[in-house]
């Protein structure tokens, strides 16, 4: 029998004793509670490397006065190291509620994805492992996008499984309920063009080109872009979120075990309804921008209130607004894509959750930059 090892400045003690060869007899004492200093699990390591070899390992707890979630994270690293070094750990002589709970542990396994890995990886493991991680992602995409467009086909011809109420919900939710956002940020962005523009034509003397600037810069652009951002951060995030807890409840499971189609039922009617507010929206935002350069024209610009909106009339075009609303439709697509593709991709855990609605917000907003570039340039090889 080897020595005990007392913490002096801890109630709770750590002893060893090795009653035969290849066995190490673990005595604990004392009160192993969070309150305690604990000791470290290394101890026993080198208590075990400092002899011959063991290949059992026992406990002795009959003077353990009290326990708790303290004790458990301790067996829990001697176990998983034994087990790892090929020991054979007998838990018979812990206490029964402790046996119990070791048991449970390994009859439910952690599940995969849920502890994200720390541990260091090399440059060129790392720049591997995110190609390979691009083009399974750009397969999935591929995939989803594929999909999307059968659910459609399958509506347009009238076989589409899924409620007329939730088209009605998500419509409320893209629509109405996002007013309130879409009002403020479309009247600061025409508000903020207005000033900066006014900045510049007053040297010139040209205050009334401020409606002009603002009229094109929002119904051809900035009101579908603006739209098209807080969609992506507001409803986007949140199909991502929806879709990803049903997957985390394994409902999504639960609708193929029924032969209910998840893409059908739950993708369809979110797409739709997102690009049929999306247009809507945007009309809106336009409005709203222009009232705010309306703001700025009238109270710092001193213009009348039918110059500024003359100027505005004989400034945009049917064009301008066409392409707005056509930038608007596709954003409505985009930002419905991106949300739903990364909620159906999320995993089983509740950081996924997270993680799946912040990567449907930039994926989003990646998308409409993208889009709107693509959309300029073949408007202006159009020239329109």
């Given at each position: ?43 026993i390591?080198k ?34 190291r ?7 750990v ?5 206490p ?105 034509l ?96 009238v ?7 039918m ?45 996924a ?26 408007c ?5």
């Open positions: 029998m080897t020595d005990i090892k007392d913490m002096e400045s801890a109630p709770c003690n750590l002893g060893f004793a090795r009653p035969d060869d290849g066995t190490l007899l673990i005595r604990l004492a004392g009160n192993w509670t969070l309150g305690s200093e604990i000791p470290p699990a290394d101890d390591r208590e075990i490397e400092s002899g011959p070899r063991i290949t059992h390992i026992a406990f002795d707890t009959k003077e353990v006065e009290d326990w708790d979630s303290a004790l458990l994270t301790f067996l829990t690293r001697i176990i998983d034994s087990s790892r070094d090929g020991e054979v007998d838990t018979k002589g812990l029964e509620g402790v046996q119990r709970l070791l048991a449970l542990k390994a009859a439910v396994p952690e599940k995969k994805g849920v502890r994200k890995e720390t541990g260091k990886t090399s440059f060129l493991s790392r720049v591997g492992g995110e190609a390979i991680d691009f083009c399974r992602s750009t397969g999935e995409i591929l995939a989803f996008i594929g999909e999307t467009f059968m659910a459609f086909g399958r509506f347009l011809g009238g076989k589409a499984r899924f409620r007329g109420s939730d088209l009605t919900v998500v419509m409320q939710e893209c629509g109405i309920q996002a007013l309130p956002i879409v009002s403020l940020i479309s009247l600061l962005v025409g508000l903020i063009l207005a000033f900066v523009g006014a900045v510049q007053m040297m010139f003397g040209a205050q009334i080109y401020v409606a002009s600037l603002v009229g094109i810069a929002m119904v051809r652009v900035m009101g579908a872009i603006m739209t098209g951002i807080i969609m992506a951060g507001r409803t986007g995030a949140a199909f991502a979120a929806q879709l990803g807890t049903m997957g985390v409840n394994e409902e999504i499971d639960a609708f193929k075990t029924m032969g209910i189609s998840p893409m059908e039922f739950l993708v369809l009617p979110r797409m739709l309804g997102l690009t049929l507010m999306m247009p809507l929206l945007c009309l809106y935002a336009d409005l709203m921008g222009i009232l705010g350069g309306l703001i700025v024209g109270g710092m610009l001193d213009l009348n209130v110059e500024y909106y003359n100027q505005t009339m004989a400034s945009v075009s049917l064009n301008d607004l066409f392409i707005g609303l056509f930038q608007g439709m596709v954003f409505g697509v985009l930002v419905a894509v991106a949300g739903c593709l990364r909620g159906m991709q999320c995993g089983r855990s509740a950081s959750v997270g993680d799946a609605a912040t990567s449907a917000v930039v994926t989003g907003i990646v998308s409409i930059i993208v889009a709107t570039a693509i959309i300029t340039v073949v202006n090889v159009l020239g329109i």
